[in-house]
T-cell receptor
Framework: GENVEQHPSTLSVQEGDSAVIKCTYS??????FPWYKQELGKGPQLIID?????GEKKDQRIAVTLNKTAKHFSLHITETQPEDSAVYFC????????????FGRGTSLIVHP | NAGVTQTPKFQVLKTGQSMTLQCAQD?????MYWYRQDPGMGLRLIYY???????DKGEVPNGYNVSRLNKREFSLRLESAAPSQTSVYFC?????????????FGPGTRLTVL
């Protein structure tokens, strides 16, 4: 089955800095890669996703890149703000029969004012 | 449009007690899921239901049962709670089982088993 590794587990930055979270996956059939943000006391919420036919996608201050050859994808947050502090999860889904996402273990991002 | 709702929000059980976690969605989604979240372990799938009338085991099904009551509701039952089941439980739904569909999560149930 699919295996998703996520690093780092904790990331501390100063407000205004950039933050990068990296994930690797094992199943070459995976073709959809969502990122979820979980604020304290709430359920995860989708913030951005990318499909395997695209190398990069941007939405204001967040972007995701995908390297299919190396089987890794990354979340980039620029100009971080205190409200970006949360736990971020990456996930991978395969179109080869299973539509169940495999999640990484999460990254706790702390943005210091 | 409430999205995905879960009850209760908090629960404390004694070892051996039983309880049912309730989940409902009002988005007309076909697929529903139950996850547990433990520190450092991410989200682990307990059971899922691809469509009304079907249920399947996920990564960590032992000690749990589920019922897809109708298209809207998907319940999770602990028949004999154990301390290892202390966790935060999330219900989620998605439009259909095809790749690329966003999962919508409920607010979670924090369960403590003493």
């Amino acid at each position: 089955g699919e295996n998703v590794e996520q690093h780092p587990s904790t990331l501390s930055v100063q407000e205004g800095d950039s933050a990068v979270i990296k994930c690797t996956y094992s199943d070459s059939a995976s073709n959809y890669f969502p990122w979820y943000k979980q604020e304290l006391g709430k359920g995860p919420q989708l913030i951005i996703d990318i499909r395997s036919n695209v190398g990069e996608k941007k939405d204001q201050r967040i972007a995701v890149t995908l390297n299919k050859t190396a089987k890794h994808f990354s979340l980039h947050i620029t100009e971080t703000q205190p409200e970006d502090s949360a736990v971020y999860f990456c996930a991978a889904l395969s179109s080869g029969g299973s539509y169940i996402p495999t999640f990484g273990r999460g990254t706790s991002l702390i943005v210091h004012p | 449009n409430a999205g995905v709702t879960q009850t209760p929000k908090f629960q404390v059980l004694k070892t051996g007690q039983s309880m049912t976690l309730q989940c409902a969605q009002d988005m007309n989604h076909n697929s529903m899921y139950w996850y547990r979240q433990d520190p450092g372990m991410g989200l682990r799938l307990i059971y899922y239901s691809a469509s009304e009338g079907t249920t399947d085991k996920g990564e960590v099904p032992n000690g749990y049962n589920v019922s897809r009551l109708n298209k809207r509701e998907f319940s999770l039952r602990l028949e004999s709670a154990a301390p290892s089941q202390t966790s935060v439980y999330f219900c989620a739904s998605s439009k259909q089982g095809a790749t690329g569909n966003e999962q919508f999560f409920g607010p979670g149930t924090r369960l403590t088993v003493l």
